[in-house]
């Protein structure tokens, strides 16, 4: 089925992502009453209708009587940028007008925590401008943002072994397949047929869509079904809707049809049995949302008082039930890009897949060796390659800052020797050299290894850039415009590598020779 590749992904893309990505006593809380609709109001939550084209978040759920809490539940896609910068803008005004500042992270175990985990610091630079660069790259969300920025109590909600079931390959064909039978079953062969022999063998692009499009016309229940798994609150309704679709398949199982000469057979025993694992992982799904929610009761128990929590979405109705139950208050915040459906942030499956292995979003191979890619202990924060990048970027900056600040003061600029050093990298300082476009292009070492690097700063490329912070809410206020208004530029050849810190407004770019960085002209856009 992979000339159907394309037409799975527009119709399960959110499979995983929406469904992803013990209690412990953290951080003395706040008064409960710290916490209200007015509070959310205040921080720029809609609560009611009126308000919510001109938020980024909005009230969709809540219970305000109970014994615990209030908790306030940010529901996230772990693919979207927009999204995690819309929540941590949210927790930004929360933390700083009601205090809150502990926050249960869906994807980190029961008794991990962030604490201990800083990022290292450079010259002149501060730390939260790494921070931001990191968020806005997509390397971390919006709770370790709110860690590493407002030193925020970030804490594990998850058992492993639950966290570790995911769906197979062969699972997701399974449901591709499924959604096609459901299409036969409504439309008959006679005139799905045709158009799914077209999406194997199309002539050109404009085939391809015309054949998808007409497709999905066939069946607007196979249509909605695609829609639901993507963006429903509820796993309950999901389990029940792929039970649904697999009464329609029924019929089809071991059934083959007359492709133009060649019999296709869409739904086998193997395929049934594997449709079946959908839904022993989704089964798997409302479990964790109950261990995750129960894990925040006994936090709760242990200390009471406001903290946030961060779940997938398919999470949510599970986790509302759950603190129904238990007599827990709380607030369910659903950031704009999630109801707006407008997005243009999401990483790449394939950069989101490195990140759910601990690894860096982007990773040539002469990146990846520069910054020693390997999997250490959890949690994200603990990783070599995360320390080392920042090292890099805070050494970019602290260089950059100094160049603005001494310019005739080559080839240091008033930075010491020591200076050029963070973590284990380091600048070496006879490679700096000012070039005549007004970028700089240097090397650096980390463990014997050398990298390469070229940098300037650019309106251009980030028109609502900053160089100093001193007001977050307005950093990350102008993150999510760009984010929101992102278009594909042009991209550097391989080996080359983007190495951008948009909210420094500055382009970089890596390379594993001098001849190469000599070449490479810094792109505005990428």
């Not at 370790?144 to 058992?159: C, D, I, K, T, Y």
């Not at 310019?407 to 930075?415: F, Q, R, S, T, V």
Request: proline share 4%; net charge negative.
């Amino acid at each position: 089925m992979q000339n159907l590749s394309r037409w799975f992904g527009m119709a399960a893309a959110g499979l995983v992502l929406l469904a992803s990505c013990a209690g412990v006593s953290v951080s003395r809380p706040v008064p409960a009453e710290a916490i209200t609709p007015e509070t959310l109001r205040n921080a720029g939550a809609a609560i009611d209708s009126s308000s919510a084209s001109e938020s980024y978040l909005r009230l969709i759920a809540s219970r305000e009587e109970g014994v615990y809490g209030p908790v306030v539940v940010f529901i996230e896609r772990h693919n979207s940028r927009l999204i995690q910068a819309e929540i941590a803008l949210g927790m930004y005004r929360l933390s700083r007008a009601a205090g809150l500042k502990r926050i249960a992270r869906e994807g980190m175990f029961e008794g991990e925590t962030l604490a201990g985990h800083e990022l290292p610091a450079a010259a002149g630079v501060d730390r939260r401008h790494i921070a931001l660069n990191f968020l806005e790259r997509g390397e971390l969300g919006a709770a370790e943002f709110m860690f590493l920025a407002e030193n925020s109590s970030v804490f594990g909600v998850e058992r492993e072994d639950e966290y570790g079931v995911t769906l197979t390959e062969a699972e997701d064909i399974a449901f591709q397949n499924y959604l096609l039978g459901a299409i036969i079953a409504d439309a008959g062969w006679e005139r799905a047929g045709p158009l799914i022999h077209t999406l194997f063998t199309p002539e050109d692009e404009g085939q391809w869509a015309e054949a998808n499009a007409a497709l999905w016309e066939l069946s607007p229940w196979a249509q909605e079904t695609a829609g639901l798994i993507n963006t429903s609150l509820s796993t309950g309704q999901i389990i029940t809707r792929l039970e649904e679709l697999r009464g329609r398949c029924e019929a089809l199982v071991n059934l083959s049809f007359n492709d133009q000469g060649q019999r296709r057979v869409f739904i086998d025993d193997r395929i049934k049995d594997d449709f079946a694992g959908i839904i022993g992982f989704y089964e798997n799904v409302r479990q964790r949302s109950i261990t995750m929610a129960g894990n925040v009761l006994q936090t709760l128990k242990n200390e009471n008082g406001p903290l946030a929590m961060v779940i997938g979405a398919n999470h949510t109705e599970d986790v509302e039930l759950y603190f129904d139950e238990h007599g827990v208050r709380y607030y369910v915040l659903e950031p704009k890009a999630i109801w707006d459906a407008a997005d243009p942030s999401n990483i790449s499956d394939a950069a989101y897949e490195r990140r759910s292995e601990g690894k860096p979003l982007a990773e040539p191979a002469a990146l990846a060796n520069f910054l020693g890619i390997e999997l250490m202990p959890r949690p994200l924060l603990s990783e070599t390659w995360i320390k080392k990048q920042a090292a890099v970027q805070g050494l970019i900056l602290s260089l950059s800052n100094a160049m603005e600040t001494n310019p005739g003061e080559a080839p240091l600029y008033g930075l010491s020797a020591g200076d050029l050093s963070v973590a284990g990298v380091r600048i070496l300082p006879e490679s700096i050299r000012r070039q005549a476009d007004g970028s700089t292009i240097l090397a650096m070492e980390n463990e014997g290894q050398i990298l390469y690097f070229r940098f300037g700063r650019s309106e251009g490329y980030n028109a609502a850039g900053i160089t100093s912070i001193t007001d977050i809410e307005t950093a990350l206020t102008a993150m999510i415009e760009r984010l929101s208004q992102i278009q594909k530029g042009a991209a550097y050849p391989v080996p080359v590598a983007a190495f951008n810190l948009p909210a420094s407004n500055i382009i970089c770019v890596a390379a594993p020779s001098l001849e190469l960085i000599n070449q490479t002209a810094l792109l505005s856009t990428i």
